[in-house]
């Protein structure tokens, strides 16, 4: 039995969690910074950084005490030591470290995505072992084979954006507030199919690889245009615009997810990150696993945000695969590859 506190900092979300192996998630809680950074239409990092600092240590006792636990019952600190902003990352690994130091238990550095990747394995039904996910955020969009922890094959990924950058860059093209993703979505629940068409990029590419800077390019064309013939763009228009840069973009994420499926013939498909939270992405998702006879698997829709229960769960079944030990030097790696992370030890 352990008891892992787990410590999310990677960007613009504080995310702290308590997780027992037996037990499983005993409490967490997450600060976000939207507000923020709202009025500078981003993530400003060294605001972000200056945050984390604030919120760290007050959210771990928070969720000690939400759990009925103390800072000694802790067996194990898991952090995200990458990807991500550095200044963010090393909030969390400092202070990850100096507490497992103090408390003379191991401190786990963890892959940002890994604990997306398997962030589903905490709902119930859960995956498993070997399944296809789909990795979909603001920073990352991927296909991988996943036979087990540590155990990632990519099958593709984005040559360019992200789906979830399409959606932030195509939401401020559109007026709407940060963070874009989400709002998009809001207002294309009110647009009308068939107005305007846009580009799938790549989905006719033969591989299972993406791209969505040409589609990002794609909407800016189509506001330029009514700006230019001196038209105003209404809510209308805008929704329509909206509804169809969603639908592109879902539509190309679905169809790579099924050909993915169809060349590793597995059955499974986890979808996690940020985007896997859209509406329209988990419809069409469902519809062709009724369809095509495959299970489809998400996390709860407060998990598909950066958090620190995926950060605590993946640290817990890194322990049990090897116990930490107890070294407590760090670095973060802002950008580190998913499939040549390292089994810690």
């Known amino acids: 039995m352990k008891l892992i506190l787990g ?7 504080t995310g702290i969690a308590l997780y027992h192996t037996e037990r499983g998630l005993l409490a967490h809680a997450l600060y976000t ?22 919120r760290t240590l007050p959210l771990i006792r928070t969720v000690a005490q939400q759990a009925g636990c103390t800072l000694q019952d802790i067996d194990a600190i898991a952090y995200t030591q990458g990807p991500g902003l550095s200044g963010a990352l090393l909030v969390g690994a400092s202070i990850a470290c100096a507490l497992a130091y103090a ?22 039904p859960a995956p498993e072992f070997p399944f296809v996910a789909l990795l979909v955020s603001g920073g990352h969009t991927q296909l991988m084979r996943v036979d087990g922890v540590g155990q990632y094959t990519l099958l593709g990924e984005t040559l360019d954006d992200a789906a979830g950058e399409a959606f932030d860059k195509s939401a401020k093209l559109l007026g709407l507030d940060y963070p874009g993703g989400p709002e998009l979505a809001k207002l294309a629940a009110r647009g009308q199919p068939g107005h305007f068409k846009l580009p799938r990029p790549m989905l006719h590419s033969g591989n299972l690889d993406f791209s969505f800077s040409g589609l990002k390019t794609a ?3 189509l506001v330029r245009q009514h700006e230019f013939t001196g038209q105003s763009m209404d809510e209308q228009t805008r929704a329509d615009i909206a509804h169809a840069t969603q639908e592109a973009i879902v539509d190309v994420l679905v169809n790579k997810a099924l050909a993915a499926l169809k060349q590793t013939e597995l059955k499974q ?10 509406q329209q992405l988990r419809a069409q998702l469902n519809q062709a696993a009724d369809k095509r ?8 829709l407060e998990f598909c945000t950066d958090n620190g229960a995926m950060i605590a769960f993946a640290g817990a079944l890194r322990l049990q695969q090897q116990e930490g030990k107890k070294d407590y030097r760090f670095n973060v790696k802002p950008r580190w590859d998913l499939q040549q992370m390292n089994m810690i030890t």
């Open 33 to 54: 910074q939207v507000a923020l950074h709202s009025e500078y239409g981003g993530v400003v990092p060294e605001l972000a950084s200056r945050d984390h600092i604030r």
């Open 219 to 221: 909407v800016l064309t």
């Open 7 to 13: 410590i999310e900092s990677s960007c613009d979300e």
């Open 103 to 124: 408390l003379d238990i191991p401190a786990l550095g963890i892959h940002h995505m890994e604990g997306h990747l398997l962030s589903p394995l905490l709902s119930t």
């Open 269 to 278: 498909l986890v979808v996690a990150g940020g985007v896997g939270a859209n």
């Open 293 to 300: 006879g495959f299970r489809v698997f998400y996390p709860d």
